[in-house]
């Protein structure tokens, strides 16, 4: 190719650029998935999806993924700074506030638009039998005493607190295997990755004859089947409710912030239409 038409072609490369909105959605959820699945074939959008780390081999996407920690609500205004972006939004995890809060100061720093995407929590219905705490350590102790067998379902990054309680048995569920340091002496792993569905957690729950779910109230309809399961096996559930999730504007759903996004590309400059012209 001749300079002439290197240079005309890296011109029409930079104004295509120019006209695309930049967005960094912070991940690890199935919202957060379905969103840039949603819009990676959208000639509006440049998305870049941002995962913790926490999962060894999340599955793939069909956007630009980055993985591991920005270093702070610093190391994230530099990188939104460098990487150009134009709007945030924040999937991440209901637990997952430290981010959240990193996300806000950034977003105010850098005087960027920023959307939080929180699904809503479960409610206690009729026939739940529920103690509900705020941490794991609560959890802990609010196993009641008859319990001997703990169905653990709190991922494996906090599985440590239940160390102190080793007179029961535990079968942790977990996508990743924990490392042994971090789990009670009794503890049978089952290495699963949702969504579920109610017979096979009845079937598991069955079959590990547990006695007491310990959960985190994450909402959603992925990991919701154990839930009816202690129901319907009248079991008792420990359920450690959501910590604070700093944001500026938050919805629900997938859909709604979908919708943002594309009244947020629609007021960007040079904005390229729905048609991508
Ligand atoms: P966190 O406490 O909010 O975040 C801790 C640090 O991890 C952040 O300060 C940030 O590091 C990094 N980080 C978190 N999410 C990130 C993302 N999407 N992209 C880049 N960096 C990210 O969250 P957490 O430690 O991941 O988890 C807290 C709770 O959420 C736990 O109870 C966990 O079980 C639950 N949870 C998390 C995920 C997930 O994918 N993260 C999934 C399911 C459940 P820097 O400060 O260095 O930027």
Redesign the pocket.
């Known amino acids: 190719m001749d300079s002439h038409r290197r240079n005309v072609l890296l011109l029409s490369l930079e104004l295509i650029l120019d006209r695309l909105m930049r967005v960094l959605v912070?991940?690890?959820?199935t919202e957060a998935s379905t969103l840039v699945r949603r819009l990676a074939a959208d000639r509006r959008f440049a998305l870049t999806l941002?995962?913790?780390g926490?999962t060894r081999a999340p599955l793939p996407q069909p956007v630009t993924r980055r993985v591991?920690?920005?270093?702070?609500a610093e190391?994230?205004i530099k990188w939104l700074d460098e990487a150009g972006i134009d709007a945030i939004v924040d999937a991440?995890?209901p637990?997952?506030?430290?981010?959240?809060a990193?996300a806000v100061e950034a977003a105010r720093h850098s005087r960027l638009p920023l959307l939080t995407v929180i699904r809503p929590a479960w409610e206690q219905g009729d026939g739940d039998a529920w103690h509900r705490v705020n941490s794991s350590q609560a959890a802990v102790d609010a196993i009641g005493p008859s319990c001997k067998r703990v169905f653990l379902t709190?991922?494996r990054?906090?599985t440590a607190a239940f160390r102190s309680a080793p007179h029961h048995t535990y079968v942790v569920r977990a996508i990743d295997r924990p490392e042994p340091c971090s789990l009670p002496p009794s503890a049978e792993i089952v290495l699963q990755r949702g969504p579920f569905d109610r017979a096979a957690e009845l079937a598991l729950m069955r079959n590990h004859r547990i006695d007491c779910l310990v959960a985190?109230n994450s909402g959603g309809g992925a990991t919701y089947a154990k839930i009816e399961a202690a129901r319907e096996l009248r079991m008792p559930v420990v359920m450690i409710d959501r910590p604070r999730k700093p944001a500026m504007l938050t919805v629900e759903t997938v859909e709604a912030a979908q919708s943002w996004l594309l009244e947020q590309a629609a007021g960007h400059p040079n904005a390229l239409s729905d048609r991508g012209v």
């Open positions: 912070l991940g690890g959820t941002s995962l913790a926490r591991g920690g920005f270093g702070g190391g994230l991440t995890h637990f997952a506030a430290r981010i959240s990193n709190i991922g990054q906090e985190k």
